[in-house]
């Protein structure tokens, strides 16, 4: 079992009850040396424990990718390609909501977001597929957060705190957007 799946579980309730996800959808995973530490497929959140928690290889496909997150692919680029140690993908509703009607990025509107967050590009390719692993490792690779269209957000940082605060920044700035655009004849 791995060590980190505590931490894990912590995250995982604090993604759902904030929102960001749906207790069945979504992945966190953590970088230690070349092993990732990542949920599992189809795992509540809100509800892990150290069963639902796998170590898989940073470097290859192992035997574990069958019961790891579908999403396995994706953080291993993200980790591959970038110096981050921590990975969360939620599927919040303001973001997926914002890279359907949005062209390639969310721009922040709020004073947080714009500081701290930046743009979120808006990335394509079908959950848990190597098109998808590309694009957002490559948008990770000088963002805190990318969106995948349709899907939800991929935060990450140097760990799991610095991630999920990207994914509540991600969030927050796309609903105040959403809100912002909604109200007639602004940005139209």
Not at 7 to 29: E, Q
Not at 109 to 127: K, N, S, T
Not at 150 to 177: I, K, P, T
Request: glycine share 8%; hydrophobic share 40%; aromatic share 6%.
């Amino acid at each position: 079992m791995p060590l980190d799946w505590q931490d894990i579980a912590s995250f995982g309730k604090k993604l759902v009850i904030s929102g960001l996800t749906s207790s069945r959808f979504g992945n966190i995973s953590l970088l230690r040396g070349d092993k990732i530490s990542i949920t599992c497929t189809g795992s509540m959140l809100d509800e892990l424990d150290e069963v639902q928690v796998v170590e898989v290889d940073l470097s290859r496909s192992c035997d574990q990718d069958k019961v790891a997150s579908s999403e396995t692919c994706v953080h291993r680029a993200i980790y591959r390609s970038t110096t981050n140690k921590a990975v969360i993908h939620t599927h919040s509703p303001y973001a997926v909501a914002l890279s359907i009607l949005e062209r390639k990025a969310v721009e922040p509107l709020d004073g947080e977001g714009m500081i701290f967050l930046g743009a979120m590009p808006i990335v394509e390719g079908h959950f848990g597929t190597d098109e998808l692993a590309k694009a957002v490792s490559f948008a990770l690779q000088n963002h805190k957060a990318c969106i995948a269209r349709g899907h939800g957000v991929f935060a990450a940082g140097n760990n799991l705190l610095d991630a999920y605060s990207a994914a509540c920044m991600a969030e927050h700035s796309a609903q105040v957007r959403y809100l912002v655009k909604a109200y007639p004849g602004m940005f139209h």
